[in-house]
């Protein structure tokens, strides 16, 4: 009965994580990949070459040597800001490599953006909030913004917020 009673709770205890791995999806390949936009796929690709730009956004070079510029649909980016977390990119020139990410349409083409080298490894990007979110965001005041609903009046008479915050003030 004990022997019962352990395997059962290793079951309920590991579950998540069997399931996680029953549920992973193989990688995609690029032409498939480019029609999954807004998605968080695994993509399987070829790197040809790295490519630095002048403001130090790096490009995988995914397409084929004799493929052209603007028949090429799919790349990997990797954006200045994301240097340390991503590491040298270099070390994947002319090898087979696996990106996880969401596919994003850039400039008539699909792309993944590689913000985090855990990606190589199946795991997510960095988080980046959302720069609009972020942007209206009133953490960190030290007073509540004028728009506070808790400070306005209810039918003549202050709201228990409105009449605390000016007796602290």
Not at 89 to 113: E, F, H, K, T, W
Not at 115 to 142: C, E, I, K, M, T
């Amino acid at each position: 009965m004990k022997y019962f009673v352990r395997q059962l709770a290793i079951l309920i205890v590991l579950w998540p994580a069997l399931a996680a791995a029953k549920s992973h999806k193989p990688c995609v390949a690029l032409d498939e990949a480019a029609r999954l936009l807004n998605r968080d796929v695994c993509v399987a690709a070829h790197v040809y070459d790295v490519v630095e730009l002048a403001d130090g956004t790096r490009y995988l070079d995914v397409c084929a040597p004799n493929t052209p510029d603007e028949k090429c649909r799919f790349t990997i980016i990797s954006l200045q800001a994301d240097r340390n977390m991503v590491g040298d990119l270099n070390q994947y020139r002319d090898r087979d490599i696996q990106v996880r990410g969401i596919v994003r349409p850039m400039r008539g083409r699909a792309s993944i953006v590689l913000s985090h080298v855990r990606q190589f490894h199946g795991g997510p990007g960095r988080f980046q909030p959302n720069p609009r979110l972020a942007a209206r965001s009133d953490a960190g005041q030290a007073y509540p913004p004028i728009g506070d609903p808790n400070l306005r009046t209810h039918g003549g008479r202050r709201s228990f917020m409105n009449s605390r915050s000016q007796s602290i003030r």
